[in-house]
């Protein structure tokens, strides 16, 4: 069992809009802004998308966008395309013992 | 070009201990903090560790305290960690991965990583 919990799935059309959650607690996504999200094609490596809930990396479509409130984050892909089909991932700093969690997981399908 | 080369895979039997190798390349290594995460098959990343190139100090998650260590070579641009008791749920690719902030910040994101390496612990 993962330590921040995301839906195992998520679908949309070519256009619409998805948005992915990722709940944790008070002590990790609620409490620090370390929240980022990462994309991974079936035997790749994760990319990273977003970083400190919002932050977008020089390269990343502005399609994609986060935001957070409260113990949940959110990822948000608009105007889906056919490569946006992957796994999503979401991440938090959670202090000096456990450091870093991970979500289990979305699995993004493009219908 | 900015990238992280890591050692090639390994296959181990329980109780053994693996050393992974990561080597950097294109940027400047003394100011990012490099992380070790693995994945487990069907699972998301977890974080184990990471290390202040710089002074060579790692701090570890709670969980792999005392089995897990890693160390840097500031010549060689290269930072290596060791698993020792290695057990069948260890089985994983195991990734480095570079934090986005530069200097003394802490980011606690993932802007580079490795291609991976899959550790097999099997009898």
């Known amino acids: 069992q993962s330590a921040l919990t995301q839906p195992p799935s998520a679908s949309g059309s070519p256009g619409q809009s998805v948005t992915i959650s990722c709940t944790g607690s008070?002590?990790?996504?609620?409490?620090?802004?370390?929240v980022s999200w990462y994309q991974q094609y079936p035997g790749k490596g994760p990319k990273l998308l977003i970083y400190q809930v919002v932050k977008r990396p020089s390269g990343v479509p502005d399609r994609f966008s986060g935001s957070k409130s409260g113990n949940t984050a959110s990822l948000t892909v608009s105007g889906l395309q056919a490569e946006d089909e992957a796994d999503y991932y979401c991440?938090?700093?959670?202090?000096?013992?456990?450091?870093?969690?991970f979500g289990g997981g979305t699995k993004l399908t493009v219908l | 070009q900015m990238q992280l080369v890591q050692s090639g895979d390994e296959v181990e039997k329980p109780g053994a201990s693996v050393k992974l190798s990561c080597k950097a390349s294109g940027y400047s290594f003394l100011y990012y903090y490099v992380h070790w995460l693995r994945q487990a098959p069907g699972q998301g990343p977890e974080w184990m560790a990471r290390i202040n190139p710089r002074g060579g100090i790692a701090n570890y998650a709670q969980r792999f305290q005392g089995r897990v260590i890693v160390t840097r070579d500031v010549s060689t641009r290269t930072v290596d960690m060791e698993v020792t008791g290695l057990r069948s749920d260890d089985t994983a690719v195991y990734y480095c991965a570079r934090d986005g902030m530069d200097g003394d910040y802490d980011g606690w994101y993932f802007d580079l990583w490795g291609r991976g390496t899959l550790v097999t612990v099997s009898s």
């Open positions: 008070s002590s990790d996504v609620g409490y620090y802004d370390y």
């Open positions: 991440s938090s700093y959670a202090g000096s013992h456990n450091f870093v969690l």
